[in-house]
Structures are given as structure tokens and as C-alpha cells.
């Protein structure tokens, strides 16, 4: 059997193995239920959660609809998440690695390339944030900043090189910074809320102002299909990518109870102190800031900037270390794994993540929810399906740890490929694909005349992950049974053992 500890030379000679891919040894299995939990308040915590709500409340839903929304978005992005989670806690390996089970050693570079792709947007999009966040604070703390040639590009630049530092320091670095942010994150936004409700006359009253951040008249339930596929979409490529960071926990009881705690409340909790902020702003400046970092501005004493600027650039560095540049240092590190390390794929990401103009992709908070969030969510469904078809029906969480990382063991299929879950993937997103292109050729995203297919694209993530499982069960049917499978991966590690 496959001893993680101490690798057999035959294997770690293999082109497909690496000491950042190979199944994380028990001495290394560290996270305890406090360090899950922690990652998912750290990467909730975040600007963009605080303005999620903003987003449906202008488009036309009030406070709880718009809360209840995301909660329930969250709850159901859950279970695939804790689903895929359970491989990466019982053999240790990380998401490209679960991959070559269902698309083959090579055909897992598919599904890697398309989650890394995603997660460089997402590292731009954050970045740029972070970037106009930093300007924004040291505008307001130095008046001479704003004098400056490019001082924005300045700041965005600067940011981009705190992470790049954080990235040089691998996993460890950043299972630190999630752990001792979480604390000061949670009470920076228990004293963001505690400011609006003193000072704006009590929760009721600001709640009730509420009202005055609704600028759309759209009906609640034709916003709610595409809201709430939206609000899956915020955390589809996670539910994939989680084996990255369950590979280090204690136990299941660990990594189900830490994403079980840490998601829906900080998520929902986190967004509902973005409205009744924003609303207390109504009552004391007399119009909605949106934004926390003006809003800061606002408040205005030195030690209310500081403080404030420690906790929001901690929240964006936070989200986007384990969001969005794990998964694509793995995802990159796949594709060769004996040239390209961890912190060498995590590099690759600083650079395509700026290279696709995060500034753009964030500049229409509509066309982000209904072009970005939902057009993504369609492929992350897609590949979400098949990933828990293979390992919880087909496989029934059986794997051949060993001969993930061989090129011609019973994962490669036909030159590594196994055109079947390829196959899964191209006809569970063709339904949704001209939605999606209607939608981005609409300023908005949002398409006011729906035909059925842009109806459908609104549902677009349940739709692909609902095909692409179906439609990977069939195909694989036809190669064997699953018990079939079971049996001949049993015999594998019986043979390796």
C-alpha cells in the first residue's frame, strides 16, 4: 500500500508526482475543527460579502430576502462541499489529484485548468479590491497620497506583492494567517455593526431604513432563480477544490464540523452586517455607503483608520490566499508536475490573475452576479457531478492511492483520458451555454424578455451538475459495473500493498 511518509523511489520518479502532490502524510494532518472553521471565516469575511447583499437589494428583494437567499445558497453549496472533502481528509490528496480517478492522469488537467482559470479571476478580482482598498485608507490617513502619479496603481501594486510574499511561504503560512485572522476579523465586524446600531437609533429603526436601498422593482421570485444560483456560484469552485485543504485535517469530524460552523452563519452573518451598516448610514449621513472602506473614511479618527485598515486588508488577504491561490498552485503544479511546484503554480496565478483585468470583471455589480458568478457556476456544477458520481457511486470511496500517480495504471484510461467524463462535461453545459452568451452580450447580465434557455440559465448550476452526474453514470456503465470498479480497486491496493 501507498505509505505517504516514505514514498517508494519507483514513484516519486514518476512525471506525475511531486512532494506538493503527493498524499499528505499523517504527521502533517494537523487542522483540528478550529482550523476549518477559521479558513471559512477568514474567506467569508470579505468585502465582497459585505456588498452580496447590496447587490440583490438594488436589483429589487429587501434585508431578508436577500439574507434568506444567501443562507439557503450556502446550505446547499454545503453538501457538495463536504462531499468532496471527504477523499482529500481519507487519502490525503488534493483536488487535481482526485481528478485523474474520474477524468484519467491526464484528462484531470481539464478539470484542474478550468478551476484554476476561475481562481485567477477571483485573485484579480480580490486583489483589485484590496488594492482600492489600501488606496482609499491611505488617502484618508495622508492627504499627500492623493498627489501622487498613479497612486491607486501604487496601492493595487503593493498589494499584489504582500501576497505574492504570503504565496513564497506554501500551506503552512497560510493555515497561520487564517487562524489568527479569524478573531480579529469576527470583531471587527461586531464593532462595525455595534457603531451603526448606537448611532443609528437601534437595530429596528435602521432595519426599517432598510427599505431605502431598494432602487430595483423586479419581483422577488423572478430575481430569485439566478440570485441564488449566483450565491452557489460564490462558492461552486470551493466545493471542488476543498480536498486542497482536508488533505491536512485531523479527521472527517474535523473537516464536516469545521465547514459545517464556519460557512452559512459567517456567510449570512457577515452580509446581514453589510445591510444594517449600510442602512445605519442612511440615518446618520443621510445616504447609503456602501463601501466599508469609505465608510471608514467617513468615521474618520486616525485610530478608527488604522484599525480598520488592518481588518480589511486582513479580510481580502485572507480570502484570497486559501481561495484562490491553493487550488490553481495545485491546478498548475498538475500539469507538469516536475517542473512546476506549488509556490511556482501560486506565482503563475499573481500573474494571469492581473493579466485578465480584474478591474473590469468588477466594474457592473449586476453583469457580476449574472455573468460572472452564474457562467461559472455552470462549469463548476458540471465538474462538481461528476467528481461525487465517480467517488461516492461509482467508486463507493474506494481509490487506488498509488496509481493516481502512475502514467500507465488504471487510471490512465485511453492515453490517460477517460473521454467519458469529458464527454459528461461538454453536453451537461451545452443547455446553458447560449443563456450564458445572451446574458454577456446584455449590459447588465440580466436579460428582462427570458426565453426558456435563459430561464434555464439561471437554474444554471443545478442544471450542469445534475446532467454531468446523471450522464457520467450512464457512460461509465458501459465500461463496468460499479461493483466492478470497487472490485478491481480493491485488487489494486491488495496488489500494492
Not at 514513484?11 to 472553521?37: E, K, V
Not at 504570503?166 to 479569524?182: P, Q
Not at 470583531?187 to 448606537?198: C, F, K, N, P, Q
Not at 484562490?324 to 503554480?345: A, E, H, M, Q
Request: with cysteine; glycine share 10%.
Amino acid at each position: 500500500m501507498y505509505d505517504a511518509e516514505a514514498p517508494d523511489a519507483e514513484l516519486s520518479r514518476s512525471p506525475l508526482w511531486n512532494p506538493d502532490l503527493a498524499p499528505t502524510p499523517m504527521s502533517r494532518r494537523t487542522w483540528s475543527t478550529y482550523n476549518i472553521a477559521a479558513l471559512w471565516i477568514g474567506m467569508s469575511v470579505v468585502i465582497t460579502t459585505y456588498t452580496l447583499a447590496s447587490g440583490l437589494m438594488q436589483q429589487g428583494m429587501n434585508w431578508y430576502q436577500a439574507l434568506g437567499t444567501i443562507l439557503l445558497g450556502n446550505v446547499i453549496v454545503l453538501l457538495p462541499m463536504v462531499l468532496n472533502a471527504h477523499a482529500g481528509t481519507k487519502y490525503g490528496i488534493s483536488f487535481p489529484v482526485l481528478c485523474r480517478a474520474s477524468f484519467g492522469v491526464r484528462g484531470a488537467n481539464v478539470a484542474a485548468i478550468l478551476r484554476a482559470i476561475v481562481a485567477c479571476g477571483w485573485f484579480g478580482i480580490q486583489t483589485w479590491i484590496g488594492g482600492l482598498a489600501l488606496d482609499a485608507l491611505m488617502r484618508a490617513a495622508w492627504s499627500g497620497w492623493a498627489n501622487l502619479p498613479g497612486a491607486t496603481w501604487i496601492a493595487f501594486g503593493f498589494f499584489w506583492l504582500i501576497q505574492v510574499a504570503i504565496i513564497l511561504k506554501g500551506t503552512e503560512g497560510i493555515k497561520v494567517l487564517e487562524s489568527w485572522s479569524a478573531p480579529l476579523l469576527l470583531s471587527g465586524g461586531a464593532i462595525l455593526l455595534w457603531w451603526g446600531v448606537h448611532n443609528g437609533g437601534g437595530l429596528g429603526h435602521i432595519l426599517s431604513e432598510s427599505s431605502r436601498l431598494r432602487q430595483g422593482t423586479t419581483p422577488f421570485w423572478t430575481l430569485f432563480p439566478a440570485a441564488l444560483t449566483a450565491n452557489i456560484g460564490y462558492w461552486a469552485t470551493l466545493s471542488l477544490n476543498i480536498p486542497d485543504f482536508t488533505r491536512y485535517a485531523k479527521s472527517q469530524r474535523s473537516q464536516v464540523l469545521g465547514q459545517v460552523l464556519g460557512l452559512p452563519a459567517t456567510m449570512t452573518a457577515f452580509a446581514f452586517i453589510g445591510v444594517a451598516v449600510t442602512s445605519a448610514t442612511i440615518v446618520i449621513f443621510g445616504k447609503a455607503i456602501w463601501d466599508p472602506v469609505e465608510l471608514i473614511s467617513r468615521i474618520g479618527s486616525p485610530s478608527v483608520i488604522i484599525f480598520g485598515a488592518i481588518v480589511i486588508l486582513a479580510a481580502q488577504l485572507t480570502t484570497n490566499m486559501a481561495a484562490n491561490v491553493v487550488s490553481p498552485s495545485n491546478d498548475f503544479s498538475n500539469l507538469s508536475p516536475k517542473r512546476i511546484s506549488y509556490v511556482t503554480g501560486g506565482l503563475i496565478t499573481a500573474v494571469v490573475g492581473i493579466a485578465m483585468m480584474p478591474w473590469r470583471l468588477y466594474s457592473d455589480a449586476a453583469a457580476y452576479i449574472f455573468t460572472w458568478l452564474i457562467g461559472y457556476s455552470s462549469l463548476m456544477g458540471a465538474l462538481g457531478g461528476i467528481l461525487i458520481a465517480d467517488y461516492w457511486i461509482v467508486r463507493r470511496q474506494q481509490l487506488a492511492v498509488r496509481e493516481l500517480f502512475l502514467v500507465n495504471g488504471r487510471y490512465a484510461y485511453v492515453n490517460g483520458f477517460n473521454w467519458r467524463a469529458i464527454a459528461a462535461l461538454v453536453f451537461a453545459v451545452l443547455p446553458v451555454l447560449p443563456g450564458f452568451l445572451h446574458a454577456a452580450a446584455t449590459p447588465g447580465g440580466q436579460v428582462a424578455d427570458q426565453n426558456f434557455l435563459d430561464r434555464l440559465y439561471t437554474f444554471a448550476w443545478f442544471v450542469t451538475f445534475g446532467l454531468s452526474f446523471v450522464i457520467y453514470l450512464i457512460l461509465m456503465r458501459t465500461r463496468a459495473t460499479a461493483g466492478d470498479l470497487v472490485q478491481e480497486n480493491s485488487a489494486t491496493m491488495s496488489r500494492a500493498a
